[in-house]
């Protein structure tokens, strides 16, 4: 690995980056963990008519074969599991728990895309004609482009490039740039199992830089299909660009995840999942618990264990056991500050709020807070349905809460951020669960289970601002990676024209059984 890190462009390191910046150790922000090269636009155009130019021959390879390479990749990513998840740690500070987790969710996408490689399946389809078939092929979409956010640094894009991969399209891939070391890393393990060079391009770039060279991709007809994974303001950026040239992209934004406690929940585990779905990666999942709905007649005995849990809750250094650590980046940090401004007069805070630190200490912290970008984890009660905190995402250790009387009304707060990635309900009553589900507008409902920790092969998406309804993963990003081609194959050795030429069955309109 050189010591900058550099785009890779048809199996080529692209030198002379246009700025050198640093990856800094979030839980240690003194350790440098690798300097990243950023490319400017012209880089980024350059990948995507490399990933054009290779993407004939990599879907002239058989669909089984190509699955070779997935099952390649979900070897190698076994075998370098504990080193890439201690280097997402490092890079991004998630605990290695979850980051073993994370690994485990590319190698379960490689594991579900190397059977795809042998299905794929088109259809057969009756003819309205004799002596005439008709036929569905998935074909690829063709060059793809994935922007990815660093806070999931490896298993979202697999999400995109494996199956992308699979169904024959090559990817120009942007990754965020403070988990570009991680990136990089994830990248090499593709090449060395086979990924041809051009099939996937890393390009290493800033916001601007890459929204311009995508536009000016997209102009030239180099890039098909966009994925993206990010906030829900840039998500509508991509959108409108790729509107303006006939493209739906594949959108995973953001999300105000509620949770429903109701009367009859078992508040234990309620508590846990609270716990989880809220604080968990530092509140920093797009599936993250926003508020908890909860009802007014066990409000005062949820808030009492939330924060006796929330309080206990090991918090600190990510390569110990914590529930979690720092903030991902300086960006990330600045951004929670502005979140915790909404926290308003009429609210009820419990604990502390803002960075860790000597002056703001918190017991039991593991490790060192000065040395990094931790942050408090904050219980916000009392929120009300007009609050900047219950309207918008956070994205960080936070987690509003409300009271409801009746689930409608439940049903309804949960809807109102306009959002619609993540939900749950806890409930022991199986007509609230499905009520819930049946109005909840969310593309992922969990009963009796936290917001966060989706699995690989169910469809992940959302409604509203949390995207443009597209999913991922399972059979159902089949249809964001391939487009339907239908074929009709006529051997009667005449033209036989549909709707015209078809013969017509008469039938006795006047019959009636005896009465
Ligand atoms: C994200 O934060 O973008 O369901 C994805 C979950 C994870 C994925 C989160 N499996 O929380």
Known sequence: MSSVILSVVAGERVPDPVRTTP????????????TIGSAGADVFTRAAAAAKTAQYGWAALPAPQRGQVVANVGRLMTANKTRLAALVTREIGKPLAEALGEVQEIIDTCDFFIGEGRRLYGQTVPSEMPDKQLFTFRRPVGAVAVISAGNFPVAVPSWYIVPALLCGNTVVWKPAEYSAVVSDAFYEIFAHAGVPAGVLNVVYADGADTFAGLEQALAAGLIDKVGFTGSSEVGTRIGELCGRHLQTPCLELGGKNPMVITEDADLDLAVEGALFSGFGTAGQRCTSLGTVIVHESIH???????????????MG?????????????????????????????HHQVIGSTGRVGADNPRDGFVGDPSAGLFYHPVIVDGVRPDD????????GPIVGVTTYSTLDEAIALGNKPGYGLSSSIYTTDPNKAFRFAQGISAGMVSVNNSTSGAEAHLPFGGNGKSGNGSRQSGIWVLDQFTRWQSLNWDYSGKLQKAQMDTVTVEADDDFLLPG
């Not at 005062?300 to 090991?314: H, L, P, W």
């Not at 914590?322 to 979140?339: C, I, R, Y």
């Not at 900047?388 to 994205?395: D, K, Q, S, V």
């Open 317 to 345: 250094d990510p390569r110990e056991d914590v529930l979690f650590g720092p903030l991902l980046d300086e960006k990330f940090a600045a951004g929670f500050e502005k979140s915790l401004g909404w926290i308003a007069a």
């Open 388 to 395: 900047e905190l219950f309207l918008n995402e956070t994205f």
């Open 300 to 314: 005062d005995t949820f808030i009492e264990k939330f924060s006796t849990a929330v309080r206990e809750a090991a």
């Open 23 to 34: 990856s800094t150790n979030p839980a240690n922000t003194a350790d440098v963990v690798g």
